[in-house]
């Protein structure tokens, strides 16, 4: 049984099904935060790279591509996203990356294997943060590096304001405890690195819009979707309601870039002594 349990139950069930269907939407929603945590990467064309939630393999590929004579695995739980990411591979004719299907707070990596450890909104959901990172650390070469990509505060998230207030979500995500924002707290980000063993972290903000679709309607079609699960026990009415005024809230964010919303990230960066 996986550590994070209940993480593998959702990513394999109704939560992995959603970001499987719309998989190429996810990486455009983020795209604006990518390259500039890709930058901080700095992945070497012969260094070993492991990521960690590799999800549907965009920065697993990147990753590849940027080493190109160097190993790169992307490890998951989700077994559709793999899959998604296996084809991608093969399509774009990419051969030094292997996807697997893993734990990362438990599976058994080579010691001292990798050279970097990146993860792109991928490592917010450990039961356990600590000993999750401190087993990502074994992997990683004295002198190696980790690099991470995780949200900022609610307070710096328009869209997800925006989306609970429309469903009438009144508690923003923990951030003591697995969620999107469980490394949103750059005191808790060091505490929790510093306890794997991790050393020389910086913690560094980034500004970004996320975005949602060309245009009102196509944005509509994938955030309803991505809100489901907080409708399905509602009246036809309520929902009806809701499905309403989100679709207001979409045109209302509707601009020549498309349907976007503010948002925050942190690269988080940090050293294998």
Known sequence: MSANAAQHEAWNGPTGTIWTAWADRFDAGVAAHHASFMEAAAIAPAEAVLDVGCGAGRTSLDAARDAV????????????????????????????????EADAQTHPFPPAEYDVVVSRHGSMFFADPVAAFTNLATGVRHGGRVVLLTWRGIEHQEWMRSFFAVAGVRNAPPTDAPSPLSLSEPDRVHRILGAAGLADVTVTAHRAPMYYGA????AFAFVADLQSGLMGDLRPEDRDRILAALRDDLAAHEGPDGVTYDSATWIVQARRP
């Open 69 to 100: 004579n160097g190993p790169v695995t992307g490890v998951d739980i989700a077994a559709g996203l793999l899959a998604i990411a296996r084809h991608r591979a093969v399509e774009a004719g990419v051969g030094n990356v292997v996807f697997r």
């Open 215 to 218: 245009d009102a309607d196509d």
